[in-house]
């Protein structure tokens, strides 16, 4: 399967810890998306790379999360300090910018648990 | 906040019926896209649709947009039990980032 796939699938944490996502984007696409989405919401979008370079944070992202795509390839969501209100699906997406009006494929999602 | 709005928040049908949705959103767009997500996992790309076009087909799906009235339907012909998902709008005014709706849930019953 060469589709976009994210580790871990499910991850529950004390709050206060770290966490850490990877995504794996379909390996032709240069386009990355980070999405976040909580019950009964659509996703909400948190952040864009294009290649390595992050071009757009939502302000839903605070402080305390950071994202890299370092080569272009894979990337990493972090969040420090987790609190109960970062319990959600992260929702990875990638695209190819020579793709058809930014189609959009997703990963089956990280669900996040913060007790 | 999200820009788009689907209606209704939730569908029933019996299977074979026709299920629609419309998706009303704000701002200009460049083009909106329709997804499908099953219970718990990713979202699926359906069809996209550009804000010069009117109409489109895939399938069992029909697409429809009207820009004067920013807003969007998704047709669902001839639904069968597989077809049990949340549908969301999407739209794109940035030719990067989606702008999802809050979706509309479809049951359809055996």
């Known amino acids: 399967d060469t589709g976009v796939s994210q580790d871990p699938r499910h991850k529950i944490t004390k709050r206060g810890q770290n966490v850490t996502f990877r995504c794996d984007p379909i390996?032709?696409?240069?386009?990355l998306y980070w999405y976040r989405q909580t019950l009964g919401q659509g996703p909400e979008f948190l952040t864009y790379?294009?290649?390595?370079?992050?071009?757009?944070k939502s302000r839903l992202l605070s402080d305390r999360f950071s994202a890299e795509r370092p080569k272009g390839s894979f990337s990493t969501l972090e969040i420090q300090r987790t609190e109960q209100g970062d319990s959600a699906m992260y929702l990875c997406a990638s695209s190819s910018d020579r793709g058809r009006g930014n189609e959009q494929f997703f990963g089956p999602g990280t669900r996040l648990t913060v007790l | 906040s999200q820009q788009g709005e689907e209606d209704p928040q939730a569908l029933s049908i019996q299977e074979g019926e026709n299920a629609t949705m419309n998706c009303s959103y704000k701002t200009s767009i460049n083009n909106l896209q329709w997804y499908r997500q099953n219970s718990g996992r990713g979202l699926v790309h359906l069809i996209l649709?550009?804000?010069?076009?009117r109409e489109k087909h895939s399938g069992r799906l029909r697409v429809t947009l009207d820009t004067s009235k920013k807003s969007s339907s998704l047709l669902i012909t001839a639904s069968r039990a597989a077809d049990t998902a949340s549908y969301f709008c999407a739209t794109d005014a940035s030719d990067y980032k989606l702008s999802f709706g809050a979706g509309t849930t479809v049951t359809v019953r055996a």
């Open positions: 649709i550009r804000s010069n076009e």
């Open positions: 790379f294009q290649n390595e370079a992050q071009l757009e």
């Open positions: 390996s032709e696409h240069n386009r």
